[in-house]
């Protein structure tokens, strides 16, 4: 480890972002070759490449140790968190702050898998069998722009006191940002109107309604084998935010989620559906077809679905493919191409538009009904477009959480509400929830804390709540249990995940509530667990005790869970 971190501290071959203040990701094939790295770059990596394959294979070969691969390893002054899948290995290198305090290997763990999803959502789990087949492969040139997105991704994630503040919650606790609080009917009639049109396609699994990363509404499927977990959402969501998309353009690209298909693609239809809001919403529509005739369905569901959600439907050119290999020989040799079994034909999206409001076959008996039907639709989407320009506003939000902290005197919260997955019209539960999370951002807060202090006592307030400790080799058990129990089922890809499955899980939350709370300097952390929510707290120490803690974070929660109509994006099958 003392090589290790003069490598680090090696100004003359390590770039300016790589130091010792910084935690690093590195992703390497079994032979030792980098594929990636959040900072850092061949040059500089090589010997710290070659010094964790070292110690890896003499801990494997060594018999009298006979505990398998490298999991983690702690020095007074690092961390080194391993994750190995098959061919790829994965490697946290962390440095302790100069008080000694450190992240969780959960949490660095969970960042690993997630570097691991976005690996495979990329490239599939074909990429194991390429690296087992020539296991000097490079395939970093195969991630292309993907390698930027895990970076972004990291970003994110990282909660250190120079990240990104703006963010409300963090989706290490296993839940995903929402766009909230919403009233409840638009959230209901967008649901209704999703899961109404999609359901006319049979080949739609997603529909997702999202901006800046955050989620208004999803429609899944009935099956909750085949539910999204709140990481893949999150992932889905990054992604989504990385496409570059202009208003009036749409979006047409593959992605894999493995919960589906590991091997195999389905394909994202993606554009903005404009409710006039500074960060308009994205549409995004995933089907398992990659045909053309499925684009051209998926165009005319997404015009569908605005003109239900009364978004006028603005003049565009589109283009049309027509095959022409199934023409009989007759009509094709009176086609001037000669040889040509595809033409191009460019229309005016004004067309497809006349068709999809001459589908329902109005007659002048109920014309006045489609019309203010119409009517309606229009106003809908105004005051759809207020609530969400309200919504989006920062000194609004600021407002908002401010007025819950000061509630029950806390410095800052994160709630997680589990909400369960039902039928839009049977209100029939599928068994699955879709977890979100909901809290200020800290540097909206007066009060001078460290944030970087304050997420890493939630991360042990987590363990706490969960797996009854914080100890390490605790959280090393828990994922060993979770990765044979996945090993020996159908859901394989589990494995490779335990401390997602970890975070995801809900049937702690079967149970009563639950407390826990760290003094830490001036400040008091508390911890709940209870009924289908967490809830994550810090308070002034001279406000109140820990027992008064718990007075104070439960009364906020009653608040919370009475709002929830407002709070929970509904989530529709």
């Avoid at 722009?145 to 990291?154: A, G, Q, V, Y």
């Avoid at 569901?301 to 006028?312: P, S, V």
């Avoid at 477009?385 to 005197?409: G, T």
Wanted: with cysteine; charged share 25%; glycine share 6%.
């Amino acid at each position: 480890m003392d090589e290790l971190e003069n490598e680090s501290d090696d100004s003359s071959t390590t770039p300016e972002k790589y130091s010792t203040t910084k935690t690093n990701y590195l992703v390497l094939s079994d032979a030792g070759k980098l594929i990636f790295s959040q900072y850092g770059d061949d040059t500089s990596l090589c010997t710290i490449c070659g010094l964790i394959q070292t110690v890896r294979v003499t801990s494997l070969n060594d018999a009298s140790l006979s505990f398998g691969d490298l999991q983690c390893i702690h020095t007074d002054s690092s961390m080194l968190v391993f994750m190995s899948v098959g061919s790829i290995i994965l490697v946290a290198i962390s440095f302790k702050d100069d008080d000694g305090f450190s992240d969780t290997v959960d949490y660095f763990r969970l960042k690993l898998e997630c570097i691991y999803s976005a690996i495979i959502f990329t490239l599939t789990d074909e990429v194991q069998y390429m690296l087992l087949n020539d296991p000097q492969l490079d395939i970093s040139y195969l991630l292309g722009s993907t390698t930027s997105k895990i970076r972004n991704l990291l970003d994110d994630m990282d909660l250190g006191d120079d990240s990104s503040t703006g963010r409300r919650s963090c989706c290490w606790l296993g839940g995903v940002d929402i766009i909230s609080p919403i009233p409840a009917e638009i959230r209901n009639y967008t649901s209704k109107v999703l899961a109404t049109e999609c359901s006319k396609n049979n080949s739609i699994i997603y529909a997702i309604l999202s901006t800046n990363k955050s989620l208004f509404n999803i429609i899944q499927p009935h099956r909750k084998e085949h539910q999204l977990s709140s990481f893949d959402l999150n992932l889905l969501l990054h992604i989504f935010e990385s496409q570059t998309l202009v208003a009036g353009n749409e979006l047409w690209f593959p992605i894999c989620l493995p919960r589906l298909n590991q091997s195999g693609f389905v394909h994202c239809y993606q554009r903005y559906i404009g409710v006039e809001t500074d960060g308009d919403m994205r549409l995004t529509l995933i089907s398992q077809e990659p045909s053309i005739d499925e684009f051209q369905s998926l165009q005319l569901t997404a015009a569908k679905i605005r003109m239900e959600l009364g978004i006028e439907l603005e003049k565009d050119s589109v283009l049309r493919i027509y095959d022409l290999s199934d023409r009989s020989e007759e009509e094709n040799s009176t086609d001037s191409s000669g040889t040509e079994s595809l033409i191009w034909e460019r229309s005016i999206l004004e067309d497809i538009n006349a068709s999809l409001i001459d589908f329902g076959n109005v007659s002048e008996d109920n014309g006045h009904e489609e019309t203010d039907m119409n009517m309606w639709r229009k106003r809908f989407r105004k005051y759809w477009a207020y609530c969400m320009k309200r919504v989006l506003d920062e000194n609004v939000q600021n407002e908002i959480m401010q007025s819950y902290c000061d509630m029950s005197s806390l410095i800052h919260f994160v709630f997680r509400l589990d909400v369960p997955i039902r039928h839009c019209n049977s209100g029939v539960d599928s068994g699955g929830y879709l977890s979100q999370l909901f809290g200020p951002p800290l540097g909206s807060n007066w009060y001078n804390i460290s944030e970087k202090r304050v997420w890493q006592i939630y991360q042990k307030l987590n363990l706490m709540l969960r797996q009854g400790s914080e100890q390490v080799e605790d959280t090393l058990s828990t994922f060993d249990d979770l990765h044979d129990t996945f090993a020996a089922g159908p859901d394989t890809i589990s494995q490779y995940r335990p401390s997602q499955v970890f975070h995801d899980d809900n049937k702690l939350h079967l149970t009563d509530d639950y407390f826990v709370s760290i003094i830490d300097g001036d400040e008091i952390y508390a911890g709940l667990r209870g009924p289908r929510y967490e809830f994550y707290a810090v308070l002034p120490g001279n406000l109140s005790s820990a027992s008064d803690a718990k007075i104070l974070c439960a009364t906020l929660i009653e608040t919370l869970l009475s709002k929830g109509d407002e709070l929970q994006p509904l989530s529709f099958l």
